[in-house]
């Protein structure tokens, strides 16, 4: 046994053994704290062959293990305490695999990184728990000779610095007494690596080894990889330059405690920043205090502020407010002679400066005033790892063997971020890949952000590199599922079937046994996934039995389970074209869980018995066994139930289905709800192996799409009523909030003004009737175009917890329905699975997890849901973009070949810019822009601009819901090598030398 | 305090004892002598400031004697909720039962609201108010609550709780506050928050004919949460009461419990510095003006008396707390 030795003090030495500290509490009360502290002499240097400490209290001691000769300073191995700022400013180096010195990590760095900052913190402890990282965490602040107190005047800042150093000292002492090189070697060095000078000046006179993180990078083996890694910190790049001659191009923030103060008294305002992306130099952001977002003009309002940042902004009077650009201001064509290294002199600088204040110069419309201000400080940035392409013109050298250091523009692949300026020895060689970069920070000085390269993805267009791009660009979490999570699939894999029916088998408990009956399954081609299947048969009274049924998710997946954790912070499943990222275990989803025909699975099942007009009678639900007879793809199942000869009992029951989902939708539709519109398109793969895409087409809607989608609504507001009333605090529900009338505004000013249409948005039942009557006699499309504009205008649908909003806000707008949650999908969806789980409690099969009776756990969930939801949807969006370019470039050789010149498609003005026409292609289902070089007479008013015809005075008048023909083709950014589609006019009007 | 019933044989004796010449008390002290008191700050760590104050221990096995417990706790208060600009101080005294254990829990009451009265009316009096218990004005301040537990009663309680009072305020340090608002300025940045360091605004730098001048702050920060903050403003103020017993034909200080049965009027003299801050007479006697004027006079030498030796002990506790013990501590790590 180990002795174990705890000192308690008397109170005479409290002010050693008492740490106090204040602390204001979100109420505004200051809470005095106290903690006790009790220092020990047995706390292990984790230092593998010291003598001293092998026999101490910790179990897995001492494998900390100096490192070999491989580093030019210390070739008698040597071991790294690193200060907090190296955490702060560094980690991508300290993550990098490369980098693998031994790191002895102080207790008082830990806790001064969670105080600075959470994120980096989080990053700091799965680091702590990588395999092939060799971390010893050290307590300095319970070892007797380590510990410190804060002396009289001394900020918590040099406390823990002078902490640092005396452990530093501590380990160097202890080394030279317990551990022996062998005979004739030096023991090993501590290396105390930290970016603070003043740390390393005071360091250096009590005799530490001490160096910069740069210094201590630079000397070793492969420094050049490692090197680019470094975040770029001013003072230790460039001393040489004199702070006072910079430029100062931006406003200094404010500090965070004034900003607080100022939202707190109604002065400023604190919201999300959303970059414009058809203008970079313009933002927006919506706050509660005004109905329109504030307008951000210019470089100097937005002041430095990302895409996605909450920022707090100052609102100018209101003789100052403006109304947004009527112009397409593309970051890449203005921005064309900017000079990477003119962040601070130049003449270059003043023509961007030229250039951006004629473009920020508007003529004010009165109408269209909404609040105007200007950024004054971040609350928080959203920043994050950026896809990016270097800008091959900012390149000094494009010698590729160069190692030099250059500055070089990275530019992002998303629109709505500026260019970051980075330093990188590799540049020659990043040119035509997709790159990860990393901002650092943006100074007052500095045009564009600074950042560092973190990692290259692959050349540009390969399918690899774009396929992980998006994902990492929508933080969409892949890495293949962790043995934890496997642990908890069953042991029988693959060969796992439902047990023999007994009463004995846990399987089969309180289960009803539907093997019996008709249920098929009805998906798109290809689907592995099955979530669902149905059935329908007449009852003897003349009634109708009608039953969906669920892939019982949650028999498989118990709650807290690491399965479980995982599900719920991958949130759902992420389809792109050619490739799945699951959410659960393929071994789930596309075989247990999978409702797939012919074998037995285990369901929930939800079943209602409707009289012949589908008036529901009542509804039941159970968990289930079931053996599905058939799986259809709808195409199938279309032909199926069309063909009259077919007569089989499950024919039959597609038929009954079919009957009873048109009259549900009639009564959907009558009770208001939306029929709402967006461009879906499909991909044409050439084989599953090579994925290449051949074409693309728009999908086709069949009756029995319908079908499906009329049953899962209606189990869906079944079980969300269930829920509901089994727990009104905590029910996963969804809901659709109204849109707010001012979001209509425009599309009804532009159908009034072009086609003399007004739209009634008083309610969704007034929506859809005035959508139904919006008609164009010679354009069948037009209905389908203005109803994805009125979508576009329409909130997001979310999850919430029931007990977190009033009870009238639960209604679904879209749907028309007063309650509605997701309980079709589990095993693609993480909030089915939930759902599933209360469902299972409200019929009294299983007891529902403490977890989902918690209020704030369950919103938390979901918040990470919803964001997790959204971002699939844009995932799988950019996917059918990138492949939509890709079938377009493939069109274009062939069209080429044939000599026909170049692909062209019908399309639909959606948009009118002074310089500009946005487009729809919905044969495509892509939006496009046509861009003129000059400015053209435009009419702001009526979305009109008026177009000279080559050769002639004539102007061609063209506005919103103008049929034209535009010309597409994809091409290259020859800097960047960003692929981009480009549209010109080519009826009514050739623009292509305009 | 009428507490202990004492045998009339008993209260004979200790009269006669006193009226004599020279005048006899039981344990031996003269009229004027105290007995010996302890102090220690800083005893209660979770308060802003606190205080241990003994009365005639027995310095051998620690028995006996009056004992107070004084602690200050600072608390955040909105002028909604009651607060003023310039913050409040709420004083209270608590007896514990096992003081007075002959005591009935009505007749507790009672005692503790009259010792409340007589502390709370003298240590809030307007003159005494510190000024660094302001937060933002108009908006918040500190509400000062003092409380006092009187943990044994053996005599000259009024003395011991205006002594532990001033330990535990003298020990009372105010967390630095810097306040946060929002000015926003034609033309250029908004200027950010204007720090206040204590009792020092500047007002000087305003121009007095704007009368408009409307403070925007609305909430405030800690600048430091470690540092326990400055002392309380006018720390050295804070008063002293001087208690003298009467007898027929005397007058003497620090009564014992039977002593003070013997007494038939006690009278309060409090100083603060040198000038009276208060004067009680409790008891069924009588005492001309004559009379008091010459125990003002005789009260105002011991009071001084008291607050020097007072003061001084308090700046030993200052330094054995903070600089001995980091001294102590750092030896031992050699």
């Known amino acids: ?994 | 305090m009428a507490s202990s019933s004492i045998s009339k044989a008993e209260s004979a004796y200790i009269e006669v004892g006193l009226s004599e010449q020279p005048p006899q008390r039981l344990d031996g002290r003269a009229l004027t002598d105290y007995r010996a008191m302890s102090l220690e700050t800083g005893t209660a760590p979770l308060a802003n400031g606190s205080a241990r104050l003994t009365i005639g221990r027995n310095p051998h096995d620690g028995s006996g004697g009056t004992e107070i417990l004084a602690a200050t706790k600072l608390e955040v208060e909105t002028n909604e909720d009651g607060g003023s600009d310039q913050g409040r101080v709420v004083c209270s005294v608590t007896c514990s039962p096992a003081a007075y254990p002959h005591l009935s829990s009505n007749a507790l009451e009672d005692l503790q609201h009259d010792l409340t009265t007589v502390i709370h009316t003298t240590l809030s009096h307007p003159s005494l108010h510190p000024d660094n218990l302001k937060i933002i004005p108009g908006k918040k301040s500190w509400l000062l609550s003092l409380d006092l537990v009187i943990l044994s009663d053996a005599g000259n309680i009024y003395d011991a709780l205006f002594m532990a009072a001033r330990a535990a305020l003298w020990d009372t340090k105010v967390p630095r506050t810097r306040f946060i608002e929002y000015k926003a300025k034609k033309g250029g940045p908004a200027s950010g928050g204007k720090g206040r360091d204590g009792m020092d605004v500047d007002e000087t730098a305003t121009s007095g004919f704007d009368t408009r001048k409307t403070n925007h702050a609305t909430d405030f920060e800690l600048l430091d949460y470690w540092d326990e903050g400055e002392v309380l403003d006018g720390r050295e103020r804070w008063p002293l009461c001087v208690t003298f017993n009467l007898v027929p034909k005397t007058h003497f200080l620090d009564a014992t419990q039977v002593e003070e049965a013997v007494a038939v009027l006690k009278v309060l003299f409090i100083f603060a510095s040198s000038s009276v801050q208060g004067m009680r007479m409790l008891g069924p006697g009588e005492v001309t003006s004559a009379q008091i004027k010459s125990l003002l006079k005789e009260a105002e030498t011991h009071s001084r008396n008291i607050s020097s030796a007072l003061d001084s002990k308090l700046k030993d506790e200052d330094v054995r707390r903070n600089q001995k013990a980091s001294e102590a501590f750092s030896q031992q790590r050699r």
């Open chain 1, 1 to 994: 046994m180990v002795e174990i030795t705890i000192r308690k003090r008397p109170r005479s030495e409290a002010v050693v053994t008492q740490r106090k500290f204040f602390k204001k509490t979100a109420r505004g009360k200051v809470i005095k704290v106290l903690r006790e502290r009790y220092l020990r002499d047995d706390v292990g240097c984790g230092i593998q062959s010291c003598q001293e400490c092998t026999e101490s209290c910790t179990p897995q001691a001492n494998h900390l293990v100096m490192s070999g000769p491989d580093h030019g300073l210390f070739p008698d191995g040597h071991f790294l305490l690193p200060d907090t700022n190296v955490f702060l400013s560094q980690m991508d180096l300290l993550e990098s695999p490369l980098f693998r010195p031994p790191i002895i990590l102080l207790q008082t760095v830990i806790e001064e990184v969670r105080h600075r900052s959470l994120p980096l913190y989080n990053r700091l402890k799965a680091l702590m728990a990588m395999d092939e990282k060799s971390i010893w965490v050290f307590y300095n602040e319970y070892r007797s000779e380590t510990a410190v107190i804060r002396e009289e005047n001394e900020t918590p800042n040099d406390r823990n610095d002078r902490g640092i150093r005396k452990a530093a000292a501590w380990y160097t002492t202890h080394l030279n007494t317990n551990v022996r090189g062998k005979a004739p070697k030096k023991p090993p060095t501590i290396v105390l690596l930290t970016e603070d000078a003043a740390n390393r000046q005071k360091a250096e006179k009590d005799g530490l080894v001490t160096l910069s993180v740069r210094k201590y990078v630079e000397a070793m083996n492969d420094a050049s990889q490692l090197l680019d890694l470094l975040a770029s910190e001013s003072e230790e790049i460039e001393p040489t330059r004199a702070a006072s001659g910079k430029q100062f191009l931006y406003d200094e923030y404010l500090p965070s405690a004034t900003l607080i103060g100022g939202v707190k008294a109604g002065q400023l305002h604190q919201g999300h920043f959303n970059a414009n992306q058809y203008n970079y130099l313009e933002g927006s952001v919506s706050v509660p205090a005004f109905s329109k977002p504030v307008l951000l003009i210019g470089r100097e309002n937005m002041n430095r502020a990302t895409n996605g940042d909450i920022v707090v902004v100052e609102v100018f009077p209101e003789d100052e407010w403006k109304a947004p650009a009527d112009e397409v201001v593309d970051q890449d064509s203005t921005l064309k002679n900017d000079d990477v290294e003119s962040g601070d002199e130049d003449d270059g600088e003043d023509l961007v400066a030229r250039v951006e204040s004629k473009v920020v110069e508007y003529e004010k419309r009165d109408a269209e005033k909404q609040p105007t201000g200007k950024v004054v400080g971040v609350i928080k940035r959203l920043w994050r790892p950026y896809v990016c392409h270097i800008d091959s013109t900012s390149l000094t050298s494009s010698n590729a063997t160069s190692l030099s250091v250059q500055t070089v523009f990275a530019t992002p692949v998303s629109r709505l971020l500026p260019r970051i300026r980075m330093r990188t020895r590799q540049a020659p060689s990043l040119i035509g890949q997709k790159i990860l970069v990393s901002i650092d920070r943006w100074d007052v000085t500095s045009r564009y952000p600074e950042g560092h390269f973190v990692r290259a993805l692959g050349k540009v267009e390969s399918k690899e590199a774009e396929q992980e791009s998006l994902l990492l660009e929508f933080d969409v979490p892949y890495r293949p599922f962790g043995k934890a999570i496997l642990d908890c699939l069953p042991k029988e894999g693959e060969q796992w079937v439902v047990p023999q029916k007994s009463d004995a088998s846990p399987e089969w408990r309180d289960r009803q046994d539907l093997r019996d009956l008709n249920i098929c399954s009805i998906d798109p081609p290809g689907c592995q996934d099955i979530d669902d299947a149905l059935h329908a048969r007449l009852l003897p009274n003349g009634n109708i039995e009608a039953g969906v049924h669920i892939a019982d998710v949650s028999h498989f997946v118990h709650a807290d389970t690491p399965m479980d954790n995982e599900a719920a912070s991958r949130g759902t499943t992420v389809y792109l074209v050619d490739k799945r990222i699951d959410m659960l275990p393929a071994l789930l989803g596309t075989n247990l869980c999978s409702l797939r025909p012919f074998v037995e699975r285990l369901a929930f099942s939800a079943i209602w018995e409707m009289t012949p007009d589908a008036d529901i009678v009542n509804v039941r639900f159970t968990k289930s066994v079931i053996a599905s007879k058939a799986a259809f793809t709808y195409e199938e199942a279309q032909i199926r139930k069309d063909d009259a000869n077919q007569k089989d009992a499950l024919t039959e029951g597609i038929r009954l289905l079919n009957t009873i989902a048109i009259k549900l939708k009639a009564k959907r539709m009558a009770a208001g709800a939306l029929n709402l519109a967006s461009p879906e398109v499909k991909i044409h793969l050439d084989s599953s192996e090579s994925s290449d895409p051949i074409d693309v087409e728009q999908k086709e809607m069949r009756e029995t799409n319908s079908l499906v989608e009329e049953f899962m609504l209606l189990a869906n507001i079944s079980v969300a009523q269930k829920i509901q009333e089994t727990f009104p605090q905590t029910a996963v529900l969804r809901r659709h909030m109204p849109p707010p009338k001012t979001n209509f505004e425009k599309l009804q000013d532009i159908l009034m003004k072009r086609k003399g249409l007004a739209l009634d948005v008083s309610s969704s039942g007034a929506l859809a009737a005035s959508l139904d009557k919006c008609l164009d006699p010679t354009e069948p499309a037009f209905n389908t175009l203005v109803r994805i504009m009125a979508t576009r205008c329409m909130l997001s649908a979310e999850y919430f917890c029931s007990g977190s909003v009033a009870r009238d806000t639960f209604g679904h707008y879209g749907l028309a329905s007063p309650i509605y949650t997701h309980f079709t999908s589990p095993i693609r969806r993480y909030a089915d699975v939930l759902a599933h789980r209360q469902l299972s409690a409200a019929i009294g099969y299983s007891p529902l997890h403490p977890s989902l009776h918690s209020k704030p756990h369950v919103e938390r969930i979901l918040g990470v849901v919803n964001k997790r939801h959204r971002m699939a949807q844009m995932a799988g969006r950019a996917s059918v973009e990138f492949y939509v370019g890709l079938a377009l470039k493939g069109r274009e050789e062939r069209v080429q070949k044939s000599g026909a010149g170049a692909v062209t498609e019908e399309a639909f003005v959606i948009r009118t810019f002074r310089n500009g026409l946005g487009v729809f292609v919905s044969s495509l289902g892509i939006e496009g822009l046509v861009m003129f070089k000059k400015d053209l007479q435009f009419d702001a008013e009526n979305y009109t601009l008026s177009i000279p015809k080559p050769g002639s005075a004539d102007l061609v008048a063209i506005s919103v819901f103008d049929k034209v023909t535009v010309r597409i083709e994809v091409e290259k950014d020859k800097n960047t090598q960003r692929g981009r589609v480009k549209m010109t006019l080519l009826s009514p009007v050739d623009s292509k030398d305009m």
